[in-house]
């Protein structure tokens, strides 16, 4: 017989779980390329991914949109293959096919059935390694990302994006989307991404990580037989500076900028500023302080202009981490009337977490429990395996990192909460941009203290 | 690819009516807790649309012997939560470490059991003021966000329950009584009409005794009448819509079989065949050879009332929705004249077939191995029916898929929406009706 459930309180939690990462095994193959193969059993399902040294960061000035518009060459022909036929080739063996140009690297994967694992990995270096760039191909590939650009002007999330970049990195390499500028796109040349493919699709330069329901001989086997006889390019070439070693100007004063969007429904809102880098020690004190001021629902942020105030569907904070100094930022959509005091209340968040207003014990261990209990379920499947080895090469983090991180996150007190709040945050120099009603919100927002209102260019 | 893809469970029912799943899968120290009420938009009336997805708003909000935001005691315990409408089915679920499953069957089961007595009037306006943000955030303030709002009301008569969207109409959800909320909870949310689904690391008689001493205590209700409705469009219905957008843009929506019948998976097959990837028909055509447009997209929108078949295409700058439009008719009548070739069933298959291996991946969230038990269960009232949901594709045959194109994809019977740049109606389709949305 069962006994009646207690509702006078909560079930006690059992033991943690034991979390062990499984074992990362290293290769280099003859060109140099890195290789790293962890053995992920159960469903017969294997992950590649490519990572490519130089991402969006790479963009030299007045070429932004280079590195991702190369990128979106690599499945467009190949070979005997034209861009149709690669098409074909990947949807016949049921793969999922993906780009990702981040700041720092730009990261191909393929998911694919272990039965096609060896015709998955040739096809995807031969993809990579000799891309036929076919004038025509250039040509549409480039149109068609001319119009998205277009397009984009209807997204607020996208123009909110793109306007904030470039007010956090006025002169700097990270100041743009991957996408890049209408008028650096129509300059680029196909010569231009024949050149920059060559300078960085290098096997030195790469990392390969392969996770899947083989062992780890099997997966080193498959890497080794599609990509150990991948050269790269031998002339000498420019290769690009990275990003990461630019010095950012870094904002002194706190700044209000607008983009008018006549008759919007709601304001987009981005707020914050240039932080930290990603190999910061201060990275777990940092995890724990965001989650308290607008990490996950139950933050401060959330609860008060959602659970609250019913201004917003959602607010988030978060860090935008990469090598060299990333962007602190408060990010959310609010309706029309309630803009100036969506800022007021995020600038007075940030500011009561560095002293006025500390972290409480009870927010520090829901901090650290929600960022550490539910650890494991991110390592599920081959893909997150991989992915998350990647973040490993990308930051020089140890392999020791993922078991690391728990405890790491669990030594972090309410004293380094209050410091690294005070180290990293600083509303005297956030940058507060609205993408939104001009006329409905002005003359709340000149309330706000800011010495002036940048109005930029409208959004479309 | 002959490689067996199985999804093996164990399934009760407990006296007060609530199916209770199981599913072992021990690899990570998790478990997903996936609870599925049957109830939808499709049970609201018209001037009271959007209430099923309020409500579950409102389930967030806290129960008698938790009176509090459920979020808080989960994440804290590690978990990851969430829950979803849509016309057919409310779900919620938590994946929570091991360690953690008994906290999340008791927050799941005191909601269920013990909703209303911390329900207040407070909590509903602050959270009827979300979904306003919600609404205006994902609909109103996105390019192209009241398309589907306009198609349905379009596709189905103004009291069938699928004329709405689940979001519901802003005045609706401005008339609201709290009041309501009541016999909405009485009506729809209670063992009977659930179905739970444990899966990950749990040994399956230990996931049935906890599901009875967390949920076995809550009285079961009446299993509410299902819904029934029919719809019909008997010509070309063209109409226009002015937006905030760069680009024009052409809606085809066609009524289709319903989620799981007779020629919901060839529409499917179909949907991937002319619009799916550079390889297909519509895609190589529009965008590929003669860049007239950005983007096609189809999709086979399966429901269980019924189904709309989706197709969708972005005009390139100075291009025209009337040359995009005649184009896409050619395509659609070739396949519905001489059906697929055998190259495309190949791949066809070949992609549901590692699609649905994929499925298996995760135990946890919308669409992991636990909520596919729910909805099999739930719409099929058998979670017994992965193998045979794949079979489905692999029965499909050229005939299979052409008859389907011939029989649903007719040109006199769909709604046809032009999107258009504000002021520019004249860059929509000849003889389009101007429709507004709000």
């Known amino acids: ?460 | 690819m002959s490689t067996a893809i199985t999804l093996p469970y164990a399934k009760r029912t407990l006296p007060n009516g609530l199916d209770v799943i199981v599913h072992e899968d021990r690899r990570v120290p998790i478990v997903a807790v996936n609870l599925w009420y049957h109830v939808g938009s499709k049970n609201e009336r018209p001037g009271r649309t959007g209430f099923a997805h309020l409500f579950e708003h409102l389930m967030f909000e806290g129960s008698e012997h938790y009176n509090g935001g459920y979020f808080l005691p989960l994440q804290q315990a590690g978990a990851l939560l969430n829950g979803s409408t849509n016309s057919d089915r409310t779900n919620y679920w938590e994946v929570v470490p091991t360690s953690a499953l008994e906290l999340a069957l008791w927050m799941e089961s005191d909601r269920m059991g013990y909703l209303l007595p911390a329900l207040t009037r407070e909590r509903f306006e602050t959270q009827r003021g979300v979904v306003l943000n919600e609404r205006r955030q994902n609909y109103e303030n996105r390019p192209y966000g009241m398309a589907l709002m306009a198609l349905s009301a379009a596709l189905f008569p103004p009291d069938h329950p699928y004329h709405w969207l689940t979001i519901g109409d802003a005045e609706d959800l401005r008339a609201m009584e709290f009041e309501d909320v009541r016999s909405f909870f009485r009506t729809y949310y209670h063992p009977a009409n659930a179905s739970l689904a444990l899966a990950g690391d749990i040994e399956t008689e230990r996931g049935f005794e906890l599901a009875e001493a967390y949920f076995g205590e809550i009285p079961g209700g009446e299993k509410p009448a299902s819904v029934h409705a029919d719809a019909s469009v008997a010509r070309e219905v063209r109409l226009v819509l002015e937006d905030r957008v760069e680009l024009p843009r052409v809606y085809m929506a066609w009524h289709a079989p319903a989620m799981f019948a007779e020629g919901d998976a060839e529409a499917d097959l179909l949907a991937d065949l002319l619009a799916n990837g550079k390889t297909s028909r519509l895609y190589r055509t529009l965008v590929y050879d003669k860049r007239m447009a950005l983007d096609v997209s189809a999709y086979q929108h399966s429901r269980e009332i019924s189904s709309f078949f989706l197709l969708a295409s972005t005009a390139a700058p100075g291009q025209s929705l009337t040359e995009i439009t005649s184009l896409i008719d050619e395509r659609i009548q070739q396949v519905a004249d001489e059906g697929p070739l055998d190259e495309e069933m190949e791949r066809g298959l070949a992609q549901a077939e590692a699609h649905f291996m994929y499925r298996l991946q995760t135990v946890g969230g919308f669409g992991g191995k636990s909520d596919q038990l729910n909805a099999y269960n739930v719409l099929r009232g058998d979670p017994d029916f992965f193998a045979d949901d794949l079979a489905r594709y692999r029965k499909a045959t050229r005939d299979s898929v052409r008859a389907n194109a011939r029989k649903y994809l007719a040109f006199d019977r769909r709604v046809v929406l032009s999107i258009v740049p504000r002021g520019q109606t004249a860059l929509a389709l000849p003889g389009s009706e101007t429709v507004s949305v709000s």
């Open chain 1, 1 to 460: 017989m069962i006994t009646r459930v207690d509702r006078s309180r909560l079930p006690a939690l059992g033991p943690d779980p034991v979390f062990r990462f499984p074992d990362i095994a290293h290769h280099t193959l003859g060109n140099g390329l890195k290789v790293r193969t962890v053995e992920h059993p159960g469903v017969p399902v294997i992950t590649f991914v490519m990572q490519i040294d130089g991402g969006l960061g790479a963009d030299s000035a007045g070429r932004e949109g280079l590195a991702a518009m190369t990128a979106d060459m690599v499945d467009e022909g190949t070979g005997s293959l034209s861009a149709i036929d690669v098409s074909d080739a990947l949807a016949r063996i049921g793969g999922e096919y993906d780009v990702e140009v981040g700041a720092d690297a730009t990261t191909f994967t393929l998911t694919t059935l272990t039965p096609f694992a060896g015709r998955g990995a040739k096809l995807l270096s031969e993809m990579l390694t000799a891309p036929t760039m076919r004038d025509a191909d250039f040509e549409r590939v480039r149109q068609l990302r001319l119009d998205r650009l277009r397009q984009l002007k209807d997204l607020p999330p996208a123009v909110a994006e793109r306007a904030f970049l470039r007010l956090l990195y006025p002169s700097h390499p990270y100041g743009h989307l991957a996408i890049g500028t209408d008028v650096a796109l129509r300059s680029v040349a196909r010569e231009d991404v024949v050149r920059f493919h060559a300078a960085t699709f290098l096997p030195w330069r790469a990392t390969l990580i392969v996770v899947g329901a083989l062992s780890h001989a099997e997966l080193l086997t498959v890497a080794d037989h599609a990509f150990g006889n991948w050269t790269g390019e031998e002339r000498v070439l420019d290769l690009p500076s990275s990003a990461a070693d630019f010095v950012a100007d870094i904002a002194t004063s706190p700044q209000l900028a607008v983009v008018p969007r006549e008759g919007a429904a709601q304001s987009e809102l981005r707020l914050g500023h240039l932080s930290a880098r990603r190999n910061t020690p201060d990275y777990p004190a940092l995890l724990v302080m965001n989650a308290i001021l607008g990490g996950q629902f139950v933050s401060r942020l959330n609860m008060k202009l959602r659970e609250q105030k019913a201004f917003t569907y959602g607010v988030r904070t978060g860090f935008d981490w990469r090598r060299g100094i990333g962007p602190f930022s408060v990010q959310t959509s609010v309706h029309t009337a309630a803009t100036a005091e969506s800022i007021s209340d995020a600038l007075t968040e940030m500011s009561d977490l560095r002293g006025g207003r500390p972290a409480t014990a009870e927010e520090l261990s829901i901090a650290q429990a929600s960022l550490t209990r539910g650890y494991p379920r991110n390592f599920e499947i081959a893909q997150q395996v991989a992915r998350s080895v990647g973040q490993l090469a990308l930051f020089d983090l140890p392999d020791t990192y993922f078991e690391e991180f728990v405890p790491k996150v669990n030594a972090v007190t309410a004293a380094d909460v209050t410091r690294v709040a005070q180290t990293y945050l600083d509303p005297g120099r956030a940058i507060a941009l609205v993408v939104g009603d001009r006329k409905a919100t002005e003359d709340s927002l000149n309330g706000l203290g800011f010495a002036e209102m940048h109005v930029l260019p409208p959004a479309g």
